[in-house]
């Protein structure tokens, strides 16, 4: 499902799960052993980790942690409380130090999508929810083409930049102007 079908679904008489509800739901165990995120009041079942995404996952956090020690959090695979009807589970989310033990986080400094099989969804759904959030810096780690989009200015409607940052280049994150990563630390080597 994309973002474009969710007003025909709403027209149908389709009734959203609310985060709350959902929350509830998770508390309850109603979930368990499944690997599903609430985008837009839809239980959307999330892909499978193959070794590239997940050793993707796992340098862009060392890099970032080392980077952000003591100045911000940084929550790997964990539920960002997006709106009343979206708690997606960002790859990474580099959010405020404080407390989370009774809610999620609700804005973030940076939110990082890692993408193979999940492009399209990562590209449209999850970007618009994330825009809607006012996600100030959102990357899309994009594995097939080697390339991690950086999508900045949000608006209601989606990110009005999209910019594509390539092997030899660095992105610096917006939050944090003096530390920036370079795409060759983030991506599988090249085959």
């Not at 499978?48 to 862009?60: D, K």
């Not at 695979?77 to 997606?88: I, K, L, R, T, Y």
């Not at 130090?97 to 969804?121: F, K, M, N, T």
């Not at 950086?150 to 999209?162: D, H, I, K, Q």
Request: hydrophobic share 45%; proline share 8%; charged share 25%.
């Amino acid at each position: 499902m994309v973002a474009r079908d969710l007003p025909a679904l709403a027209a149908s008489g389709f009734r959203p799960l609310t985060r709350v509800e959902y929350d509830k739901l998770v508390a309850m165990g109603c979930f368990e052993g499944e690997k599903v995120e609430l985008l837009e009041g839809v239980l959307v079942t999330m892909s499978p980790s193959g070794p590239r995404h997940a050793a993707t996952i796992q340098r862009l956090s060392r890099l970032i942690y080392a980077a952000l020690l003591g100045r911000a959090e940084l929550r790997v695979q964990m539920p960002f409380a997006a709106s009343p009807h979206a708690e997606p589970e960002p790859d990474v989310a580099v959010v405020a130090p404080g407390d989370y033990d009774d809610d999620h986080p609700a804005a973030a400094h940076l939110l990082v999508e890692v993408a193979d099989s999940s492009l399209d969804r990562d590209r449209d759904a999850k970007a618009l929810i994330y825009a809607r959030a006012g996600v100030a810096d959102y990357w899309g780690v994009n594995l097939e083409d080697g390339v991690v989009e950086v999508r900045r200015e949000p608006t209601a409607r989606g990110y009005l930049s999209v910019t594509p940052f390539r092997r030899g280049q660095r992105v610096a994150l917006l939050a944090f102007a003096d530390v920036s990563i370079a795409v060759d630390d983030v991506l599988p080597p090249p085959r």
